[in-house]
Structure formats: structure tokens, C-alpha cells
């Protein structure tokens, strides 16, 4: 090593050295924290119908009549250099968008980039209807030009500050904590930018994002579903169309789970994992999708599978909220994640 050194010295001088010692330093840099380094990103829709509607508009500058294309689902994805692991699809809830796993409120890192630097190529996605996968305006229109009755109207609703908070169970009532609640709350004003109206309830029947998700899992050749709150029985719904592409499903307090005296088949040969933050038992919301979500997993356990329901507070991570993938200790979160998909693909 002595005679190498030298010989640099001697062929380069002081500036090869220099070169050397910097690359040396970038090789040993923390990779969540160094450089970000993409081998590509974009994105791209999946999905997605063309209808003609002959209420586009009431403005008289633009056409009411013409072809639109509805239901389909925007994919943003980077994916790292040297990628080995599956790629994760991260999945929205209701009243917000992919934004959900972006930087967080109060400017952390958020988990998109978190799984990204962990080798994982990351594909975030906006609900059909929802932030950049456009909606069908045509009922509203059709109302106002007098074409349809009131009670036509779609059912589009949003979730006020005061309500959220106890949805997400920053506390039971606004603006009171729980104790030692690891949402950031001081960045609260900021969360409240990312709630947008939600069309869930005006969707074709079946939600036109559940195929989309089948569509892009098989395209991915394996991608880990990784879902939260109203979307999390989504995963679940695309193994009941078609399991394939399906690498492992993360189920975050979903809104529900698939019947634990239901078909249980495609959900057998998937490793599954449904988590939960704090103070569920608190609440008259979430504490019986908490009881339906572990008859599920251990009906299917039962069965066959490997569906494991967990409390963060069981695995030494307190004070989650709904919101986990933005408290505060939500990287202590992701790296227990990590190392659950690890130990499960």
C-alpha cells in the first residue's frame, strides 16, 4: 500500500491525491444523507377511458361538447442507481394525494426519497380522481346548465381541520394531544395544505385505481404494495383480481380488511403485514377495523399465510398517529419496515 502511495505521488502529485481522497470520502458518505443518486425518474398514467359528455363547460369560451378521458391513475417513480430491491408503490389516502409520502410538513425527509436511498426503486401514485388523475366534472355541469336534478349532484366531500385531527388521532378532540403524540403539530398548518376534496364516493363501481394498481404491479414484474387508510384494502382488492406482480403487501390502518370468513386464497402465498400507530383502542372509528384487520390476519395465518397484524407501540415505537409516515420519528418507522420487507421477500 506504502509503494502504491508513492508511486501516485510520483505519477500525479498532490491534486491526484486530492481526487483520490475525495472520491474515497464520497464512497464512505451515509447514503441517506449524501448525495441522491437516480439511474431514472418520471412518470406516467395508467389506465384510463375515453367518454363524451356534453357538459364540460358553462363558460361560453369553451366547448360543453367533446371527448374527455377519465379514471386514470398518475405514477411518479425514481429509481436508484444499481437498484437490487423490489420496487414499492406507495398509495394514498383519503382527502389527500401521493404528496402523503413526500417531505413531511415540518421539512423532513419524507418516505418516498427514505425507500429510495435504501435501494429501492419508488413509484408514488394520486388516486384515480384525485391531485394530478383528473375527475369527471360533467354531473356538476350538467346540474347547472339545468340538464340533471340537484340530487344528481356527486357526492364530493372534505375533512375540516377539526375533524381530521381526531381521524388521525392527533388527539380526541381539537386542538388537545394525546400524550406524547410524535405528529409534528407545530407543522400543522402546513399539513392541512396537502387535504384536497375526495371523489371516492362519486367512483365507478368497481374504483377504477384498484385495476390501475394491478396493471402497474404487473408491469413492475414485482412491486411491494405499500397502502394507507381509505386505500388501504386496495392492495388486497388488486390480489383479488390478480395476484401476479404482487411482491408483498403494507397495509397502513386501513379503512378495512377483506373478511376473515371471506376467500381467503389469494392472500396466501403474499407476505402481508397491517400496521398500527397509537391510541387505536381510543377510538369508535378505528378500534373496530383494528379487531376486523387482526380476525383477518389470523384467519389467514390459520390458513396458510404469512399476514402479521402489529402495533408500532408493541415493537418499541409509541405515539404514532394516523399519519406515521410523517410523525416524527417516522425514519425509525420506515427502517423497522425495511427491515421487516427484508426478512420477508
Known sequence: MRNDWTRLMRAGGAITVAALLFALQGCAQNPMTGPLSLERQGSFFVGGRNVHSDALSVLPQYAPAGTITID???????VPVGASKP??????????????WETTPDGRMGWDEYFLRAGHPVYVIDQAWRGRSAANISAINS??????????????????????WAIFRFGADYPKLYPGMQFPVHAAPEFWKQMVPDWAQSLPV??????????????LDGTILMSHSQ???????????NTKGIAAIVSIEPGTCPSATGDLKPYLKIPTLILWGDYVDL??????RLKSCKAFAEAATKAGGNVQ???????????ASHMLMQDLHSHKIADWLLAWIARNR
Open 72 to 78: 386514470q391513475m398518475y405514477v411518479r417513480y425514481q
Open 206 to 219: 368497481p374504483n377504477p385505481t384498484v385495476p390501475a394498481l394491478s396493471e402497474l404491479a404487473i408491469q
Open 283 to 288: 377510538s369508535s372509528r378505528w378500534s373496530p
Open 87 to 100: 420496487p414499492i408503490t406507495l398509495i394514498h389516502g383519503c382527502c389527500l394525494t401521493g404528496k402523503t
Open 231 to 241: 386505500s388501504g384494502v386496495y392492495p388486497f382488492q388488486v390480489a383479488a383480481l
Open 309 to 319: 397484524n402489529v402495533m408500532l407501540n408493541d415493537v418499541g415505537l409509541p405515539g
Open 143 to 164: 346540474t347547472q346548465q339545468g340538464k340533471a336534478p340537484v340530487g344528481k349532484l356527486p357526492p364530493v366531500f372534505a375533512a375540516s381541520h377539526e375533524s381530521a
